[in-house]
C-alpha cells in the first residue's frame, strides 16, 4: 500500500538554528499539505500545493518559513531561524483528485524540538 | 473562517461501552472525514461522507452526516482498547480549493 513519506521523524535543534523537513507523497497525488499540529489541537494548514504551484500559504510565517515543491513531486519546509515556539509536529499529507472529495493521506510526521 | 467544534474534548470509558463523538460547524461541506491518529503518529482517514443524511459502517464505527451537512457524529458500539486514541473530523468546501478545516479532535481512551 502506497504511503506518505516524510524525514526526519525527530528533530532537536537549537534556536536561531535552521532546520528543513522532507515529504514524498503518494505517487500521482497532485496534492501536498503541510501542517503543524500542536499537542491537543487539530493539524493546522501551513500550506497547499497543486503540483508545484502554492494554492494557500496564508497561515505560513513566511519571515522564516519557506516551502518548495519544484517538480511537482516530494516538498521541502525549511525553518530558519527556529524559535522555541516552532517545537511541534509537522505533517505532511497528500491527496487524489477527486472532485469535491477532499481525502488527505497522512505521513508519519516530524517531531520538531527547538531548545 | 470555517470552525469545527468538537465534543467532547476527552473521554475515557471502559472496555465494551459505547460512546458517540461530535463534530459541528456553521459552515456547509461538500465533504467530511473522520480520522484517527495514534500518538507519534500521522492521523490515518476512517471514512469520507458526502451525502446529507448519509451513514456509513466500518465493523463497529457508524459514522453519520447530518442532513444539512453541517455536522456529523462518530459512534462506536462496544469499544476495545485498540480504539485508544484522538479523533478528527475535517471537513472541505467547494469554494476553498480542497483546503480542508480540521477540528482539535476527541481524545478517547478505552481502558480493559
Known amino acids: 500500500e502506497a504511503e506518505v513519506a516524510q524525514s526526519p521523524r525527530y528533530k532537536i535543534t537549537e534556536k536561531s538554528q535552521a532546520v528543513a523537513f522532507w515529504c514524498d507523497p503518494i505517487?500521482?497525488?497532485?496534492?501536498l499539505y503541510w501542517y503543524r499540529q500542536i499537542l491537543g489541537q487539530g493539524p493546522e494548514l501551513l500550506v497547499q500545493f497543486q503540483d508545484e504551484s502554492v494554492v494557500d500559504d496564508s497561515q505560513l510565517p513566511k519571515d522564516r518559513f519557506s516551502a518548495e515543491r519544484l517538480k511537482g513531486v516530494d516538498s521541502t519546509l525549511k525553518i530558519q531561524p527556529a524559535e522555541l515556539g516552532d517545537s511541534a509536529m509537522y505533517l505532511c499529507?497528500?491527496?487524489?483528485?477527486?472532485?469535491?472529495?477532499?481525502?488527505?493521506?497522512f505521513g508519519p510526521g516530524t517531531r520538531l524540538t527547538v531548545t | 473562517t470555517q470552525l469545527l467544534e468538537q465534543s467532547p474534548q476527552f473521554l475515557s470509558i471502559q472496555e465494551g461501552e459505547n460512546l458517540t463523538v461530535y463534530c459541528n460547524s456553521s459552515?456547509?461541506?461538500?465533504?467530511l472525514q473522520w480520522y484517527r491518529q495514534e500518538p507519534g503518529e500521522g492521523p490515518v482517514l476512517l471514512v469520507t461522507?458526502?451525502?446529507?443524511?448519509e451513514v456509513k459502517k466500518l465493523k463497529r464505527l457508524t459514522f453519520q452526516f447530518g442532513d444539512a451537512r453541517k455536522d456529523s457524529s462518530l459512534h462506536i458500539t462496544a469499544a476495545q482498547p485498540g480504539d485508544t486514541g484522538l479523533y478528527l473530523c475535517?471537513?472541505?468546501?467547494?469554494?476553498?480549493?480542497?483546503?480542508?478545516?480540521f477540528g482539535d479532535g476527541t481524545t478517547l481512551t478505552v481502558k480493559p
Open positions: 461522507v458526502v451525502t446529507g443524511g
Open positions: 459552515s456547509v461541506f461538500s465533504s
Open positions: 475535517a471537513g472541505a468546501t467547494n469554494t476553498n480549493a480542497g483546503k480542508s478545516t
Open positions: 499529507a497528500s491527496s487524489p483528485d477527486r472532485g469535491s472529495i477532499y481525502e488527505q493521506y
Open positions: 505517487s500521482g497525488h497532485a496534492t
